[in-house]
């Protein structure tokens, strides 16, 4: 008798899952709020909002002068009307970039969202689950070495530095223009084809399957795990997408499970063996070893996808794709270029671990600022001319497409070579290449880049 009143009170207490349904109708209303007063402050001018919304953040950069402009008259930091504070030069940019008081967590090495606040707080007994779009909303991925802070990033770094080692480059490289070359024979038998489907998804799906060692890939649903992730850098856009990105984590952590158990079996050369013997020593946890491989999948494609169809725009939008036709050579300068004029990740975010100083603005602790990186590319005192497009530019000021300081991108080298194989034999093999229809924008703020470019090659 005194068990079945326990068990009763317990289920009483306990607490209760909110159905999908509502949960969905809340993180809904709540998308749809935010949105709302989002949009309001961009009619009203604010800058930082109209970088969230269309039409402005299908060309940022007229908003990026704007806001280096008030940040020259503001010490360096702009703080807009939604709250957020933002660093738009190129200077302000790599002081906050390389200044150690400032993190990707908060000074307590919490995230900077509480995910048991509102939606996400119905939907279990610690009020995190990540199958529930509430959650998802306020942490939609954990991409490892992105969100930690020293000592963990430094430690997890260390474990993936490796796999960018110079010897393995040069296998990547080869890699790459196998890939390549295959992609191309198809799209050459076509004719018109989508650049971005065809050629700059592929080809680092590819070349990271090859990387982390996963037998049978399925280029089509990596490509969509890959545009529901980076999409979740954005923030949750609506129910929809929080099912899918739901499903995608869901996915991806069981692919990776899946593997780990492979090799721990058969261990191998690949990146994922390492991992595990990393974990079976005990210097890495199994939920640390999935985000890092979920990182490496994700980064790798996403930056490659945007900077591949960012420049060959870009070649075309300023006549200078014949300049690469006739010298090939030019493909490491045009992805430099591209990387500084119009980057395919645009802004980054970091907490003050204390109260700083930044440009004589004084910054409270736990405060946040946005670095917009490719504001810093176009930053007249960096780059002389900065809004013209010149693979032939010398780089006296290093741009930031690839952040800095302790997060600068692990995966830069390999980004820049597949980006350099892409162009180098798309100007070798297809040099009449040409736009052959509307190209359709990533509707994003943080990441930059076409999701269709229809090209003609003959």
């Not at 070579?417 to 070798?428: F, I, P």
């Amino acid at each position: 008798m005194t068990a079945g009143r326990t068990d009763q009170a317990d289920s009483r207490t306990a607490p209760r899952r909110m159905p999908r349904w509502r949960a969905d109708l809340r993180l809904g209303t709540r998308i749809a709020v935010m949105r709302a007063g989002g949009l309001a402050l961009a009619l009203r001018g604010d800058p930082v909002a109209r970088l969230m919304h269309r039409p402005w953040r299908l060309d940022p950069y007229p908003t990026y002068a704007r806001l280096r402009a008030e940040a020259a008259a503001a010490g360096g930091v702009t703080r807009s009307r939604t709250g957020i504070r933002a660093v738009a030069t190129h200077e302000a940019c790599t002081a906050v970039l390389r200044d150690r008081r400032f993190g990707v967590r908060l000074a307590d090495g919490q995230m900077p969202f509480d995910p048991t606040d509102d939606a996400g707080s119905a939907s279990g007994s610690d009020g995190h689950d990540p199958t529930d779009p509430g959650t998802a909303l306020i942490e939609p991925i954990d991409l490892s070495l992105l969100a930690l802070d020293p000592p963990d990033h430094a430690r997890l770094r260390r474990l993936a530095q490796p796999t960018f080692a110079p010897k393995r480059l040069a296998q990547y490289r080869e890699t790459a223009r196998t890939v390549t070359a295959r992609l191309l024979d198809d799209a050459a038998a076509r004719g018109t084809f989508d650049l971005t489907a065809d050629l700059a998804a592929p080809l680092p799906i590819s070349v990271i399957a090859e990387l982390l060692a996963i037998p049978d890939v399925d280029t089509p649903r990596f490509a969509r795990w890959g545009r529901a992730l980076g999409a979740a850098l954005d923030g949750v856009r609506s129910v929809r997408h929080a099912h899918a990105l739901s499903r995608a984590t869901a996915d991806l952590r069981a692919l990776f499970a899946d593997l780990v158990e492979r090799r721990r079996a058969e261990p191998g050369e690949d990146v994922i063996s390492q991992l595990v013997h990393a974990l079976d020593a005990g210097t890495l946890t199994l939920d640390e070893l999935v985000s890092l491989a979920q990182l490496l999948l994700v980064a790798g494609f996403e930056t490659t996808t945007n900077l591949v169809g960012n420049a060959v725009r870009a070649l075309h939008a300023t006549g200078t794709w014949d300049d690469l036709v006739a010298d090939p050579g030019l493909a490491a300068g045009a992805i430099e270029e591209t990387l500084r004029f119009d980057p395919p990740v645009q802004l980054t975010a970091r907490f003050a671990h204390e109260d700083v100083e930044i440009g004589g603005r004084a910054l409270r602790k736990d405060s946040g600022v946005l670095v917009l990186l490719a504001s810093a590319g176009r930053d007249p005192a960096a780059h002389p001319d900065p809004d013209r497009f010149d693979p032939r530019r010398e780089q006296t000021t290093a741009h930031l497409a690839f952040s800095g300081g302790a997060h600068y991108c692990l995966g830069a080298a390999l980004a820049r070579l597949e980006g350099e194989v892409a162009l180098e034999m798309l100007a070798d093999r297809m040099p009449r290449l040409r736009p052959a229809g509307r190209i359709e924008p990533r509707v994003a703020t943080v990441l930059r880049g076409p999701t269709r470019f229809p090209v003609r090659a003959d």
